[in-house]
């Protein structure tokens, strides 16, 4: 996900790559330590060695989506502030809106193609029965997958959104791409409820995301 942002949010710098800041919100490292220690409580030291290699993964993944949107925002002209890691995923600070229409969509795309693409690049390992190499797999093709959803704010609306401006103008493109992510979210509730609860989770976090962009907007 990329948006502007008017400033730094409470967390910790870890690294700086091909000069943008990437930091871990402080609720990122909260519930990371108490996942850690909790799985150390109960598995021991596999636990916690396993915790560790885990939020290491989840970290990389995030982190390397986050840096497909910042990267491609700079071939448009826009500068990334920072990239903060939230617990449930990240956000991409840009300096600036990218411009409506294929700039916004090929930003908004690079997210979830740096996921697919780590996905495939390491799926040859599982077949090595490599450590870890599955999970790396899924985590990187469920974050992909997920984010191209055609349900704005999410990636995958953003995408739709972007193609509707081709079309149409910014704010008709917007409410009708807040209208058709109400439509898929409230599928997704009803179909989970027959199928799998996760998915109706997931249909109502959109819901809520629907509702708060649609506020803001």
């Given at each position: 996900m990329?948006v502007?942002?008017?400033?730094?949010?409470?967390?910790?710098?870890?690294?700086?790559l091909?000069?943008?800041?990437i930091?871990?919100?402080?609720?990122?490292?909260?519930?990371?330590v108490?996942?850690?220690?909790?799985?150390?409580?109960?598995?021991?030291?596999?636990?916690?060695?396993?915790?560790?290699?885990l939020?290491?993964?989840?970290?990389?993944?995030?982190a390397?989506?986050?840096?497909?949107?910042?990267?491609?925002?700079?071939?448009?002209?826009?500068?990334?502030?920072?990239?903060?890691?939230?617990?449930?995923?990240?956000?991409?600070?840009?300096?600036?809106?990218?411009?409506?229409?294929?700039?916004?969509?090929?930003i908004?795309?690079?997210?979830?193609?740096?996921?697919?693409?780590?996905?495939?690049?390491?799926?040859?390992?599982?077949?090595?029965?490599?450590?870890?190499?599955?999970?790396?797999?899924?985590?990187?093709?469920?974050?992909?997958?997920?984010?191209?959803?055609?349900?704005?704010?999410?990636?995958?609306?953003?995408?739709?959104?972007?193609?509707?401006?081709?079309?149409?103008?910014e704010?008709?493109?917007?409410?009708?791409?807040?209208?058709?992510?109400?439509?898929?979210?409230?599928?997704?509730?009803?179909?989970?409820?027959?199928?799998?609860?996760?998915?109706?989770?997931?249909?109502?976090?959109?819901?809520?995301?629907?509702?708060?962009?649609?506020?803001?907007?």
């Amino acid at each position: 996900m990329q948006v502007p942002s008017p400033g730094l949010e409470p967390g910790l710098t870890l690294l700086t790559l091909r000069g943008i800041p990437i930091r871990l919100h402080s609720s990122f490292l909260l519930l990371g330590v108490l996942y850690v220690g909790m799985e150390a409580w109960t598995g021991g030291q596999n636990g916690a060695i396993n915790a560790v290699v885990l939020a290491l993964m989840l970290f990389s993944s995030v982190a390397s989506h986050e840096l497909g949107h910042a990267l491609t925002a700079r071939r448009y002209g826009l500068n990334t502030r920072d990239i903060t890691l939230y617990p449930f995923g990240g956000m991409a600070n840009l300096e600036g809106r990218p411009e409506p229409g294929w700039p916004e969509a090929a930003i908004a795309a690079a997210g979830p193609g740096v996921n697919i693409a780590l996905a495939a690049l390491a799926a040859p390992l599982v077949y090595l029965e490599l450590p870890l190499a599955k999970g790396f797999v899924l985590v990187n093709l469920l974050m992909g997958v997920l984010n191209l959803l055609p349900a704005f704010p999410m990636d995958g609306g953003r995408i739709l959104r972007s193609l509707l401006t081709l079309r149409s103008d910014e704010e008709t493109a917007t409410e009708q791409s807040l209208f058709l992510s109400r439509i898929l979210a409230g599928l997704m509730v009803v179909g989970g409820i027959f199928t799998n609860m996760g998915v109706s989770l997931v249909g109502l976090a959109l819901l809520w995301m629907v509702r708060r962009e649609a506020a803001q907007a």
